[in-house]
C-alpha cells in the first residue's frame, strides 16, 4: 500500500485512525497476495493508484473504465471483492476509532463526551432542569428501537463474528503495555480473521427464508444488545450522580421489536406460521441467555449458611419450590445443600429450562415469576451485607429481564390495507367493495368492529389467511404474555374506515379479550397525499364512537406511523421531509382536540433518501410535543450494523438516542415568531419541489431508462431478502419498492433520490420571495437546516461522471434524461452551498468528507466494473451467470464503499 496516498485523508488529530487503517490495509494487501497471487495483488494497487489520480488530477473517467473493461468474470469478482474488503477494514478501524475516542473522554475527565448522558444531563441543568422535573420525565420516557430485515444487508454470521475478532484484537492494542508477543497474537487473529473472511461467501446462493433473516437479526438482540442493556443503565445513573447528586430507582427505559415474520405486507412468505416461529425462536434464544446468566450466578454466589445470614422468605421459597417442582429442585446437588443462594439459582435454572417447553408445569407462566424470584435474591443479599458479594450481578440479570422479559423483542404485524379490502370483499360477496366510499364502508364495517355484527365463514385464501394472523396472535397472547406483541400496522391507509377494517378482522378471527379487541392499531401514511390527509382521517377516526370505545380500552393512546420511505419515492426530498414535519403538528392539535395522546413511530430508513438521520438533530428539529417522552424508530439493514454490531458503539448509540429524547422532552427548541411565515413559505417549497421530481419521474419512457440506467435488474435478481423486490407488477415507480428503488439510484451513484428537485425549488424561492429569506431559514430554521445538511452529505457521495457512464447504457435515452440529472444536480449543489455559505461540500464536516474521500478509490473501480459488466450481462439476456456473481460482488463492495444506501 502507499502509505502517502492516504495521509491526507485524515485530520490531524486522528494519528491513531491512520495507523489502525495502514495496520490492516498492509495486512490485507498481504492477505490478497497469499490468495490470489502477487499479480493480483499488483493489480489492484494499479487500479487503486489510477482511481486516486483521477481523483487527484481531475482526469476523466473513461481512462480508468477503460482499463477495467473486458475483464473476466472471475476477474470482476475478485478485483470487486479485494476492494470490498479493504472497505471492512476501514469501516472498522474507524468504528474502534470512536471507541477509542469514548475511552479517551472517559480517561481525562475535563469534558463529558459530546452527547454522552454526562454532557445531556450538564446542559439540561444548565438550562434550568431541576432534579425532580428530570426524574419526573424518566417516568414517562419509552425508547423502543425497531429491527426490520432490508434487502441491501444480509451479511452472513459467521462474517459478522470475524469482524469482532478484528475488532476485539484492535481494542486490545489499546493496551500500551502490551509486549510484542502480545501484539504479534493481535496481528495473528487479524490476519486469520481476514483470511477466512477472504474465503467466505458474503452472502448465500440461496434467497433467504424469514427465518434466516430473523437470526439474522437475532444476532444483535441477543448478542451486543442483551450485553449492553444493564452497562446503560448503570451510566444513566452514574450520570445523575454526577451532575444531580440523586440515586434515583429507573424505570424500565429501554424496549426492543421487531418486524421479522410479522411483515406481511407484499411479502408472501410472511403469515401465521412465521409470525409463530419468531416468537417461538425469540423466546428460545432469551431463555438460553438467561439461563447461562443464572449458572454463572448460581457459580459466584457460594455464600453457605453460617457464614452468613439468608432472608428467611428465601428459605421458604426453596422449601416450597422442592414440592411444586420437585423435578427442578432434583437438580441442587447434595453437597450445594447448604448455599442457599446457590440453590435457588439452580432451581430457577431448571424453571427456565422447563419453559422452553409449553405448558410445562414446572415452567415460568409469566415475566413476573422471574423477576420476584431474582428480586428476592438481591434483597437478601442487600440486607445481610452482600451487595458487593453478588447483589450487583443480580440487578444485573434483573435488568434484561425487565428489558427482554420471555419474548426477546415484541413482534410488529404489518398488511396492506388493500389485503384487507380483499378479505371484506370476500366475507361481504361484495367484490366492489374497495371502491365504496370510505364513509359507506365505515358505516357498515361498525357492526362487525363493536362485535354486534358476525361475519359468515368463508373459505376464499386472502379471508383465511387472515383469519389465521389473528388466531395466532390470541394464541401468543396466551402462551408468551401481551408483552411479545408490538403493533398491527396497516400500509396504504387512507381512511377511518380501513382501521375499523382491522377491528372486524380481528374479532373474526377471535382475537378478543374482555369484549374488546386487545390490539394497538397504527395507521402508516406513507405517501407526500396520505400525509397530506392524515390528519382528516385521523379526525373521522377519532370521532367514530366504535373505535373511540377500543382506544379506552387501549388507555386512551394512539400510534401513528410516519413513512419516510415511500413518501420519499412519492414525491422527493423536500416534499416528504416537509409532508412529515408538517402532518405531525397537525396530528398532535387533533390528537389534544379528541383528549387522547399521540405516539409517533418513525419509519425511518438508512440513507437520507429514506429518512436517515443524526438522531440529535433528527429530535431536536422535530415539531415541538412530536417527542414528548417516546421515539419508537425503524432500525434496518447497514444501520443495525453500524448502530449495534459492536458492543461499546451499542451503548454509544443508546446513550445518544435516550439523551437526545431527553433533551428534545424536556428542552424542545423555543418558539420561533417567524416560523409561521416560514411554514408558509416551505409550503411553495415542498410544491415547487414535488412538481420538479414528479416531472422528471413522470417522463414518457422513465421506467425504461431506469431499468437501463441502473442495475436494478441485478438487485432483483439478489437473494439479500426474503420479500420480493416489487408489490405488483412494476408497471411504474409506484409499484417498487422504496428500499430497491433508493438502492438502484443510489449504486450508479446519481441518488437522485436525494436532492432532486431541491434545486430548482430553492431557485424559484429565492425568485419568489428572496435569496435573503432562504438564508434566514437556512440559518435560523432547524427543520430547514437539518435537510439542507443530509442533503448535502448525500451530493458529496455523488460522482456525475460515473453515473453518467451508468446512464449511457440506456442508449437514446441518455441525452434526453441525463442532461436533466446534471442540471439539477448543479443546480442544487450551487444553492445549497450558497446557502450553507460554503465554498465546497462537508466544509463544515471535515469528519465526514475525509471519511468520504478515503473510500473513493475503491468505490470508483468496482462502480465502473460495474458499468462495462451490466453492458455485457444484458447483451446475454442476463443468462450468464458469473457475470451476475461479479456484478454482486461490486453491489455488495459499493454497498459497503457508501455505507447509507438502501
Known amino acids: 500500500m502507499e502509505e502517502e496516498s492516504r495521509e491526507s485523508e485524515f485530520l490531524s488529530h486522528d494519528g491513531p485512525l491512520r495507523e489502525d487503517v495502514s495496520r490492516l490495509g498492509t495486512m490485507v494487501g498481504r492477505m490478497l497476495a497469499e490468495q490470489g497471487g502477487t499479480a493480483f495483488f499488483e493489480r489492484v494497487e494499479q487500479v487503486r493508484i489510477a482511481a486516486i489520480r483521477r481523483r487527484r488530477e481531475g482526469a476523466t473517467v473513461n481512462e480508468l473504465a477503460d482499463s477495467l473493461a473486458g475483464l473476466q468474470a472471475e476477474d470482476a469478482e475478485a478485483l470487486a471483492r479485494a476492494f470490498a474488503t479493504y472497505f471492512q477494514a476501514v469501516n472498522t478501524a474507524e468504528r474502534v476509532h470512536r471507541i477509542r475516542r469514548r475511552r479517551d473522554y472517559q480517561r481525562e475527565g475535563s469534558a463529558a463526551q459530546p452527547e454522552s448522558l454526562l454532557d445531556v444531563l450538564a446542559r439540561l441543568k444548565a438550562q434550568g432542569v431541576s432534579a425532580d422535573e428530570l426524574i419526573g420525565w424518566l417516568d414517562r420516557l419509552w425508547i423502543e428501537p425497531v429491527f426490520t430485515a432490508h434487502p441491501t444487508e444480509a451479511v452472513r454470521r459467521s462474517l459478522l463474528e470475524k469482524e469482532q475478532a478484528i475488532v476485539r484484537s484492535l481494542i486490545d492494542g489499546f493496551d500500551q503495555n502490551r509486549t510484542p508477543q502480545e501484539r504479534k497474537e493481535d496481528d495473528d487473529r487479524i490476519y486469520m480473521a481476514l483470511s477466512s473472511g477472504w474465503q467466505t461467501a458474503e452472502a448465500s446462493p440461496v434467497r433467504p427464508s424469514v427465518q434466516d433473516e430473523h437470526h439474522h437479526v437475532g444476532f444483535y438482540l441477543a448478542n451486543p444488545i442483551y450485553r449492553i442493556v444493564p452497562a446503560f443503565y448503570e451510566s444513566l445513573a452514574e450520570s445523575l450522580q454526577a451532575v444531580y447528586g440523586v440515586a434515583a430507582k429507573l424505570p424500565q427505559l429501554l424496549g426492543f421489536a421487531t418486524w421479522v415474520g410479522g411483515d406481511m405486507d407484499g411479502n408472501p412468505n410472511v403469515g401465521a406460521d412465521t409470525i409463530a416461529a419468531s416468537l417461538a425462536t425469540q423466546r428460545a434464544h432469551v431463555i438460553e441467555h438467561y439461563m447461562a446468566d443464572v449458572a454463572g450466578l448460581a457459580r459466584l454466589l457460594s455464600q453457605t449458611e453460617g457464614r452468613v445470614a439468608v432472608d428467611p422468605r428465601l428459605q421458604q ?51 413476573s415469576e422471574l423477576l420476584d424470584d431474582l428480586q428476592l435474591i438481591v434483597s437478601s443479599l442487600v440486607d445481610h451485607h452482600g451487595l458487593h458479594a453478588g447483589a450487583y450481578a443480580v ?80 394464541d401468543a397472547r396466551r402462551r408468551y404474555g401481551r408483552e411479545a406483541l408490538g403493533l398491527y400496522i396497516i400500509s396504504m391507509t387512507r381512511s377511518a374506515a380501513d382501521v375499523l377494517a382491522v377491528l372486524a378482522l380481528a374479532r373474526y378471527g377471535g382475537l378478543v379479550e374482555n369484549g374488546s379487541v386487545p390490539l394497538n392499531i397504527a395507521p402508516l401514511f406513507e405517501t407526500v397525499d396520505d400525509l397530506k390527509n392524515a390528519p382528516t382521517t385521523l379526525r373521522a377516526l377519532l370521532a367514530d364512537p366504535v373505535y373511540r370505545q377500543h382506544l379506552a380500552a387501549r388507555n386512551d393512546q394512539q400510534w401513528v406511523m410516519l413513512g419516510y420511505s415511500d413518501s420519499g419515492k412519492d414525491g422527493g426530498t423536500l416534499a416528504s421531509r416537509w409532508g412529515l414535519q408538517r402532518a405531525q403538528v397537525e396530528l398532535l392539535e387533533v390528537a389534544s382536540e379528541a383528549g387522547i395522546q399521540l405516539a409517533f413511530f418513525h419509519g425511518r430508513g438508512g440513507s437520507a433518501s429514506r429518512g ?49 429524547v431527553l433533551h428534545a422532552s424536556l428542552r424542545p427548541r423555543e418558539t420561533e415568531s417567524r416560523e409561521e411565515r416560514w411554514r408558509e413559505q416551505m409550503n411553495r417549497l415542498s410544491v415547487n419541489s414535488r412538481q420538479a421530481y414528479r416531472a422528471f419521474v413522470e417522463r414518457e419512457h422513465f421506467v425504461d431508462y431506469f431499468r437501463h440506467a441502473t442495475p436494478i435488474d441485478v438487485i432483483e435478481r439478489m437473494t439479500l431478502g426474503s420479500r420480493p423486490a416489487s408489490r405488483r407488477s412494476m408497471r411504474g415507480v409506484e409499484d417498487l419498492r422504496a428500499i430497491p428503488w433508493v438502492f438502484a439510484w443510489t449504486q450508479c451513484r446519481s441518488i437522485i433520490t436525494g436532492w432532486y428537485g431541491l434545486g430548482t ?83 463544515g464536516d471535515p469528519r465526514l468528507a475525509a471519511s468520504i474521500r478515503l473510500r473513493n478509490p475503491y468505490v470508483d473501480p468496482m462502480s465502473l466494473m460495474q458499468v462495462d459488466l451490466l453492458h455485457r450481462w444484458r447483451a446475454g439476456d442476463g443468462k450468464d451467470d458469473a457475470l451476475l456473481q461479479a456484478l454482486v460482488a461490486c453491489v455488495n463492495g459499493v454497498s459497503q464503499g457508501l455505507q447509507n444506501t438502501g
Open 317 to 367: 421459597r426453596l422449601d416450597d419450590y422442592r414440592t411444586r417442582f420437585p423435578v427442578a429442585a432434583q437438580k441442587v446437588r447434595p453437597r450445594h445443600a447448604d448455599m442457599p443462594y446457590r440453590s435457588l439459582l439452580t432451581v430457577i435454572g431448571a424453571r427456565l429450562e422447563a419453559t422452553h417447553a409449553d405448558d410445562h408445569p414446572e415452567g415460568y407462566t409469566a415475566v
Open 395 to 474: 440487578q444485573r440479570l434483573i435488568r434484561r429481564v425487565r428489558t427482554f422479559g420471555l419474548h426477546l423483542a415484541r413482534l410488529d404485524v404489518r398488511q396492506d390495507s388493500r389485503v384487507h379490502d380483499d378479505a371484506l370483499a370476500a366475507l361481504l360477496e361484495n367484490a366492489e367493495w374497495p371502491q365504496l366510499a370510505s364513509d359507506a364502508r365505515t358505516q357498515q364495517l361498525r357492526g362487525y368492529a363493536s362485535g354486534n355484527d358476525r361475519f359468515p365463514i368463508s373459505r376464499s385464501a386472502v379471508v383465511t389467511s387472515l383469519y389465521d394472523v389473528f388466531a395466532t396472535l390470541g
Open 612 to 660: 436517515g438521520a443524526r438522531i440529535t438533530p433528527a429530535l431536536m428539529s422535530s415539531p415541538r410535543g412530536a417527542v414528548a417522552g417516546v421515539l419508537r424508530v425503524t432500525e434496518q439493514g447497514e444501520v443495525i450494523h453500524r448502530k449495534y454490531g459492536i458492543r461499546a458503539l451499542a451503548l454509544r448509540n443508546l446513550e445518544q438516542t435516550v439523551g437526545a
Open 761 to 843: 425549488a430553492l431557485e424559484q424561492g429565492a425568485a419568489e420571495f428572496g435569496e435573503a429569506e432562504l438564508a434566514e431559514m437556512a440559518r435560523d430554521w432547524p427543520f430547514f437546516s437539518n435537510m439542507l445538511d443530509d442533503v448535502e452529505m448525500v451530493l458529496a457521495k455523488c460522482d456525475l461522471d460515473i453515473a453518467e457512464a451508468f446512464s449511457k447504457l440506456s442508449g437514446s435515452l441518455h441525452d434526453e434524461f441525463f442532461d436533466l440529472i446534471r442540471s439539477e444536480f448543479e443546480r442544487t449543489q450551487y444553492w445549497v452551498l450558497r446557502l450553507k455559505n460554503s465554498n465546497a461540500l462537508l466544509q
